[in-house]
T-cell receptor, first 113, second 111 residues
């Protein structure tokens, strides 16, 4: 399967600052990527669908101005958490794939102090 | 509908026993399902998949059963090993590229 990387794997930031998380495909080109958020002991919650060259589609309840998504190329999508607050602390996971395949990144642990 | 955040149920099994993990899905139109394994601090790993035109699929030590009548999916792991300890999620395909995850089950293998 495809190899998906995320950077950074862990980040600690202060409340009010912004953090950018990168999701890269190393051997797969994807027009569509997904961003998930996972709180401790909970399931993955789809945040948004990122489409290369166009605006992301956000799930209900996810603030598009807070979670900025940029899908600049077929191998790179970025998620920027703007003006982060402690309640944004979570595990953020990206995935990409085709209709019957989904390849997940290793996740990024964000801690907002 | 969308998966809601719930605390994970736990299944404890003795090493060597068989494990059965269940999942209820929400959309009767879903045509494809995947089971994932997630170890602590890592992204989900693909285990096995099944399309809606099947009711059973077997892999190495794993079997997935699909009951579309009651919208239920199960994952059976034979001869459970310590390395199987993880959280297991089912995912249903609800759009061309869109998947919704179930609540997940933590599997603990007891030595």
């Amino acid at each position: 399967g495809a190899v998906v990387s995320q950077h950074p794997s862990r980040v600690i930031c202060k409340s009010g600052t912004s953090v950018k998380i990168e999701c890269r495909s190393l051997d797969f080109q994807a027009t569509t990527m997904f961003w998930y958020r996972q709180f401790p002991k909970q399931s993955l919650m789809l945040m948004a669908t990122s489409n290369e060259g166009s605006k992301a589609t956000y799930e209900q309840g996810v603030e598009k101005d807070k979670f900025l998504i940029n899908h600049a190329s077929l191998t790179l999508s970025t998620l920027t958490v703007t003006s982060a607050h402690p309640e944004d602390s979570s595990f953020y996971i990206c995935s990409m794939g085709a209709a019957y395949e989904q390849y997940f990144g290793p996740g990024t642990r964000l801690t907002v102090t | 509908g969308e998966s809601v955040g719930l605390h994970l149920p736990t299944l404890s099994v003795q090493e060597g026993d068989n494990s059965i993990i269940n999942c209820a899905y929400s959309n009767s139109a879903s045509d494809y399902f995947i089971w994932y394994k997630q170890e602590s601090g890592k992204g989900p790993q693909f285990i096995i998949d099944i399309r809606s035109n099947m009711d059973k699929r077997q892999g190495q030590r794993v079997t997935v059963l699909l009951n579309k009548t009651v919208k239920h999916l199960s994952l059976q792991i034979a001869a459970t090993q310590p390395g199987d300890s993880a959280v297991y999620f089912c995912a249903e395909r609800v759009g061309t590229y869109k998947y919704i995850f179930g609540t997940g089950t933590r599997l603990k293998v007891l030595a």
